[in-house]
């Protein structure tokens, strides 16, 4: 065997791959046999299925707000029954004159929590925005100030109230998680012990028994002449149960910190506060942050409960809304529709932009 | 002669940790005791203002409502007790039911999001999508709400055999008139189907990022030995990704058992909607909802511990 | 030499759009030889030997082995795979299943044999890489050599023609490297055709016929391991050996 001549090669951009829709389809759909019965299959299923719905929900649906053309024709959606119920829906049993003021709220919440988003506004002073936000809407949504006429709690509904409590029990629920995630790690024994019962606690029980607790309960356990308004019952009951959950997630995250960042922040002579606030809880969060967005997509969930204990959000609004109404009652599941449509966009907003942290989280990690 | 022994005397300085550690914990501990101390004493003023008593023994009263179904005929003159028996058999019942379908359901969806074909991947991931984002109980009124329309009305019921399906639910029974065997009532199937449905999406979940934990090695070494895909996924990755699996599934068994409380909603009567109405008759509050919320603790503990325990026996032996 | 057993005419192989992995590789193996490839990390060396029994794809060029050429069809790469056994780095053997089972699964399988048999073959192949005691253990009961080992066993169970090994020492601790390349001499003596990517080269110039050289995706030379390790003809290859042979 001889050494043969060696000449350099250089690279070379890799050939053009064939295009074309059959090509495009034939890789996707069919590339075995199994494969192709099944994406038949299924394509049956969806050219059966697919019409009817169309036909259903857009073509031979009606869209004026009138009980006479949707009685008429029930072969199609009634969508006219979102354009004549739609702010009862959305803004609950709120006057119907003041409410530009829910709006301007749902707006304001929605605008901080776009802004919470961006990584360019993750500074110190963002959660002094958060207090002033939420606290504005709250004060808009009271009134009682500034000559905007006083509104009850029990009043508020629809979205801003699904909005607001998800956010506030989210902002207050996560110090007191925070708190509770270090405790269970504590070498103290009864700190330990105190947070391992609460979190075990909250998460054996379902929300809605939390729910009945703090609406039943809550009373009782006030002082006599004190009366506690039904918001501030419901949002501790959801801050409590939420604050179990985010612990579990966080404490998630601090376990996954190797000993040795411990370890050398002591030998720089850091104190334990240091230590947690300054080495392990910066990075325990950043791992922890897509399971956090869970959590709030969750809660944003779990707020539909509170319509067990009175207090109309989203989906309590369209029971009031149609419940009441005899004429537009057959017409219920374009209603739950409507409403399904507006809980999704914003899960599944949030839910893609966690998996996108997730993603830039991961591209620190990849050499 | 006694030996000189340095005597160490115990400094109660603040700056020793054991005993900052210590006036900590009983700084907590106090706190604690002193809010629980004046919750007890507020609830048991204001429990006295109301007229309303505490204790156990209403257990043993005669309940005076009825509940529509269940293992066996509850009658108003029965026992408090026996009705929250009742409806724990009815939770029972749906959770059960509801993991079983849900289980099935969600691996079929989560093995599907591997599929060759581009249209069973995209109709599993949305599926998984539409579900997990849209709230458990808006899907219940939802099912409930079609289950009421679409089912066949009480005079022309659908039958299958002994099986008739009609607005009065799914019943066994001989003939029409026939008292049914056993009856599955519209907001049992209603609060089932709403259930499994929902849970089987995070189920799917699960199972694919169990499956994709598996390390590739093990595929590659599979497809190297020439196992087909099928054979590779049956015998290498599945009892490999099973054991990945069983905490998570675990966690949305409880899950799926604690949603089960939903059911008040819908008016099907599980443990958390007798519980409502006993407090709305009886006023215990207390005594109800620690009842309630122990008979979860119980079920989210059975739940763990037979899980473990299946955990334990799978798990790769190691050295 | 007898005839080619495996023959790469042109072969080239892209990650994504302009990685080119593989630039023009000319390789033809004889039945029955030894071939060791080296070379920088990154050079393409495992992705040459993963593209004979198709775990990685080539886009051009024409790939023969035992007389099949490989391409799309699932058919040919199965009876491919017949033919051709390999170990990995990490060995990847099924944790979950005990060393024989690890051993009869893809003969039962896929060869069609009966429990028995298999089983037989199975502490036959055990008994040539030394290890037919741990037989019902299970792999994460055992040291890395011994996996190895296993899983060269495993292999070999297929009775393939041709053997790759990926690196087979570089996962394990230096006590145990020996048992394995001694197993991988043996198997040397009995006239299996074998391709090995490695860093032991007091394995290559003990063992084979022919050592290959890759860098940045080409062949940049191929010797007897005489006239490779005393007389290296490029300058690439000068650096190389005196990085490795020089600690």
């Known amino acids: 065997m001889t050494a043969q001549r060696f000449a350099p090669i250089p690279p070379r951009p890799a050939p053009a791959r064939p295009v074309g829709a059959w090509v495009w389809l034939r890789s996707r759909l069919f590339c075995d046999r199994g494969t192709a019965l099944t994406s038949l299959f299924i394509g049956a299923l969806l050219l059966y299925g697919l019409p009817q719905l169309l036909d259903w929900a857009i073509l031979r649906a009606n869209w004026r707000p009138s009980v006479e053309a949707c009685l008429a024709d029930r072969a199609g959606a009634c969508w006219g029954v979102i354009a004549e119920k739609y702010r009862i829906i959305l803004m609950g049993r709120y006057p119907f004159d003041e409410q530009w003021r829910p709006l301007l709220a749902t707006g304001l919440m929605v605008a901080l929590l776009i802004v919470s988003c961006i990584r360019l506004f993750w500074q110190r002073w963002l959660v002094l925005l958060w207090l002033g936000v939420l606290a504005t809407v709250f ?79 809550f009373p009782l356990f006030m002082p006599q002449g004190f009366s506690i308004d039904v918001l501030l019952r419901v949002l501790t009951g959801i801050t409590l149960f939420a604050a179990a959950y985010m612990a579990e997630v966080i404490r998630g995250g601090l376990q996954a910190i190797p000993r040795g960042q411990i370890e050398a922040a002591a030998a720089l002579g850091l104190s334990w506060w240091q230590t947690q606030r300054r080495i392990v809880l910066p990075q ?84 | 002669m006694f030996a000189l022994t340095p005597t160490i005397r115990k400094r109660w300085s603040w700056r020793s940790r054991a005993v900052r550690g210590r006036v900590y914990q009983v700084l907590l501990l106090a706190l604690l005791a002193l809010l629980l101390w004046f919750l007890a004493g507020n609830t048991a003023r ?48 749906t959770a059960l039911i509801g993991i079983v379908l849900a289980t099935g359901l969600g691996s079929l969806l989560g093995i599907g999001r591997f599929s060759r074909s581009a249209l069973l991947r995209g109709l599993c991931s949305a599926y998984v999508e539409l579900f997990r984002n849209i709230p458990l109980l808006l899907q219940l009124l939802m099912w409930y709400l079609l289950l009421a329309e679409a089912l066949p009305p009480l005079d022309a019921p659908a039958r299958l055999g002994l099986l008739t399906l009609s607005k009065n639910g799914l019943t066994w029974q001989t003939t029409p008139e026939a008292e049914p065997l056993f009856a599955l009532s519209p907001e049992f199937l209603a609060l089932t189907l709403g259930l499994s449905l929902y849970t089987a999406a995070f189920i799917a979940e699960v199972v694919r990022a169990g499956i994709a934990a598996v390390p590739r090695g093990q595929s590659e070494a599979a497809a190297a030995l020439g196992l087909s895909r099928q054979q590779a996924l049956r015998r290498v990755v ?81 050295r | 030499m007898s005839d080619p057993i495996i023959v790469f005419e042109k072969i080239n192989k892209w990650y994504g759009d302009d990685f080119h992995v593989l630039r023009d590789i000319d390789l033809s193996v004889a039945k029955g030889e030894r071939v060791v490839i080296c070379g920088p990390s ?48 990490q060995f990847n053997l099924f944790p979950h299943l005990s060393v024989l089972e690890n051993l009869t699964l893809a003969p039962i399988q896929v060869n069609q044999l009966s429990r028995q048999d298999a089983e037989e073959n199975a502490m036959e192949q055990l008994a040539r890489v030394k290890i037919a005691e741990q037989a019902h253990k299970y792999p994460l009961q055992l040291s890395g050599g011994q996996q190895q080992r296993v899983a060269i066993a495993r292999a070999l169970c297929l009775k393939p023609q041709i053997m790759l090994f990926d690196e087979p020492t570089s996962a394990l601790d230096p006590e145990m490297i020996k048992e394995v390349l001694d197993v991988m001499s043996e198997l040397a003596a009995q006239d299996i055709t074998m391709l090995c990517v490695t860093h032991e080269m007091g394995f290559a110039r003990a063992v084979a016929d022919r050592v290959i050289f890759m860098d940045q995706g080409q062949i940049i030379e191929q010797n007897t391991p005489h006239a490779f390790f005393n007389h290296p003809q490029n300058e690439r290859s000068r650096d190389f050996l005196s990085k490795i042979l020089g600690h």
């Open chain 1, 284 to 367: 325990a969060l950043a791992a922890v942050l897509p399971g956090l967005m869970n959590n709030f997509i969750a809660i944003f969930k779990d707020t539909s409960l509170v319509t067990i204990v009175s207090l109309y959000e989203l989906t309590g609004a369209l029971s009031l809304a149609l419940n009441s109404d005899a004429d537009w009652r057959p017409f219920k599941l374009e209603g739950y529709l409507f409403v399904a449509l507006i809980y999704f966009v914003f899960c599944f907003a949030m839910s893609r932009y966690s998996l996108w942290v997730e993603k830039q989280l991961n591209r620190g990690r990849v050499r």
């Open chain 2, 46 to 93: 204001n429990m006295a203002q109301r007229g309303i008593q505490s204790g156990f023994d209403f257990l043993l009263q005669p309940a005076g409502f009825e509940i529509g179904e269940g293992l066996f005929d509850f009658e108003a003159s029965q026992a408090y007790w026996l009705a929250f028996l009742t409806g724990l058999g009815n939770t029972l019942r």
């Open chain 1, 139 to 217: 004060l808009l949504m009271h009134g009682q100030v500034l000559g905007l006429s006083p509104v009850d709690t029990d009043q508020w509904g629809g979205l801003p109230l699904t909005l607001l409590l998800s956010s506030l029990s989210i902002a207050l629920a996560f110090p007191l998680a925070l708190l509770v995630a270090l405790g269970r790690r504590s070498a103290l024994p009864a700190i330990r012990a105190v947070c391992t019962v609460y979190v075990e606690l909250v998460r054996g029980v379902p929300l809605i028994s939390v729910l009945f607790m703090a609406s039943f309960l």
């Open chain 2, 238 to 318: 599945l009892p490999q990704a099973l054991r990945i699996i069983i905490p998570p599934l675990t966690n949305q068994y409880l899950n799926l058992t604690k949603n089960s409380s939903l059911a008040v909603a819908i008016g099907y009567p599980d443990v958390v909607s007798i519980a409502n109405t006993a407090i709305n008759q009886t006023g215990r509050a207390v005594e109800c909802l620690v009842i309630v919320m122990a008979i979860y603790l119980c079920l989210s503990l059975a739940t763990s511990l037979l899980m473990n325990g299946y955990n334990a026996r799978v798990a790769l032996k190691e």
């Open chain 3, 42 to 89: 990154g050079s393409g060396k495992s992705t040459l030997i993963r593209c004979i029994n198709r775990l990685e794809e080539h886009q051009q060029g024409r790939l023969v082995v035992n007389g099949l050429e490989l391409g799309d069809d699932m058919k040919v790469v199965d009876a491919v795979r017949k033919q051709v056994g390999m170990v990995f780095q």
